[in-house]
């Protein structure tokens, strides 16, 4: 089992920036990939950025390219997404993901069998 919890979410005015963090535990000894998702209210959960166990492939949402960078630290179990130039419509409530993987990432939710609870990010115009 692997066990998720994020942390760094908040309030934010529209151009400023945020930095979440996912401490990932359990049976990380297999490689994991990790993933940012997020849930705004009234829509589906949708896909923002991963990373593999690596850190050497990563892929982002169009709608965050550019603006956001996710990483990872995997001496201290700990993924990161940096968001900059936020903007009204990226408030939503974001959810670290994890999967065993060789090496490959997905940027589909039903990949990801480990989540965590997830974190609010509002941004306000």
């Known amino acids: 089992q692997v066990q998720l919890v994020e942390s760094g979410g908040g309030l934010v005015q529209a151009g400023g920036s945020l930095r979440l963090s996912c401490v990932v535990s359990g049976r990380t000894y297999s490689r994991v990939a990790m993933g940012w998702f997020r849930q705004a209210p009234g829509k589906e959960r949708e896909f923002v950025a991963t990373?593999?166990?690596?850190?050497?492939?990563?892929t982002y949402a169009d709608s965050v390219k550019g603006r956001f960078t996710i990483s990872r630290d995997n001496a201290k179990n700990t993924g990161t997404l940096q968001m900059n130039s936020l903007q009204p419509e990226d408030t939503a409530v974001y959810y670290c993901?994890?999967?065993?993987?060789?090496?490959?990432?997905?940027?589909?939710?039903?990949?990801?069998?480990?989540w965590g609870q997830g974190t609010q990010v509002t941004v306000s115009s």
């Open positions: 990373i593999n166990w690596s850190g050497g492939v990563t």
């Open positions: 993901a994890a999967r065993y993987s060789s090496g490959d990432v997905s940027v589909n939710t039903y990949a990801y069998p480990y």
